[in-house]
């Protein structure tokens, strides 16, 4: 039997779901089900690979677990000391910045700094709220994917549409994310505290959970150019 729905519904509610998906930074405690998670990640696996080699591995963190993770790293986060001594394992930004890609980095630290009240140069301010990364922002249930060493670039183009696909799926189940690179810094941490073997490399974490709404941070909405401005055509 065909699918019921015409197809202009099918597109409305696809395109709704992409739209609605954005960064959340503080979550409720409300709890996520384990069937809901491996469902999400059961449509996510859809997501093309090469040659069909599906380079993504999942480790899902709650509870207990979580909470001592995240304590360990907000407290080295805050610590200049210590945190002086963690680098990034790869490099996710460029060593140079150039217009127009500086311009929006700049744009949504100054929009979100300016929604919770932190002006220019309040360092310590500025810290502790990136520490919230630390904490998954509140959410209930921390995600952290890793990809073998040995695959190559391709595959992390892969492992990018199956993120996306995470995302898309806990939206339309009525959830919230939030990717966060900024958990590679710490990658040492993470391995030894969740078993991660050498021969695996942290790709990102993931907050997941239902978005509170009385926060002020989840009011921001960032901007996107258009495709006129990023597509050019050739007949």
């Known amino acids: 039997m065909g699918d019921t729905h015409p197809q ?27 069937e809901t998670i491996l469902e999400i990640l059961d449509v996510a696996a859809r997501a093309p690979s090469g040659t069909n080699i599906q380079p993504w591995q999942v480790i899902v963190v709650t509870g207990a677990k979580k909470e001592a993770l995240s304590k360990e790293l907000v407290e080295i986060a805050l610590d200049p000391a210590r945190d002086a001594e963690h680098t990034q394992e790869y490099a996710y930004y460029p060593d140079k910045w150039i217009a127009p890609y500086i311009d929006r980095r700049r744009k949504v630290g100054y929009d979100l700094y300016g929604l919770l009240g932190i002006a220019k140069g309040e360092r310590e301010l500025m810290n502790r709220q990136f520490a919230r990364n630390y904490t998954f922002f509140g959410a209930p249930v921390g995600l952290f994917f890793t990809i073998d060493r040995v695959m190559g670039q391709g595959s992390w183009l892969d492992y990018g549409m199956f993120l996306q696909n995470v995302m898309v799926a806990a939206r339309a189940r009525g959830l919230d994310t939030c990717p966060q690179a900024a958990f590679c810094k710490y990658h040492r941490i993470i391995a030894r505290q969740l078993d991660i ?34 597509t050019h055509f050739m007949e």
């Open 197 to 230: 073997p050498p021969e695996r490399m942290l790709v990102c974490g993931m907050a997941l959970g239902y978005e509170d709404i009385s926060m002020i941070e989840n009011t921001l909405r960032t901007e996107r150019a258009t495709a006129v401005e990023f």
């Open 8 to 34: 202009s519904e099918i597109t409305r509610i696809v395109d709704r779901v992409i739209r609605e998906r954005r960064s959340i930074r503080a979550f409720l405690p409300t709890p996520v089900p384990r």
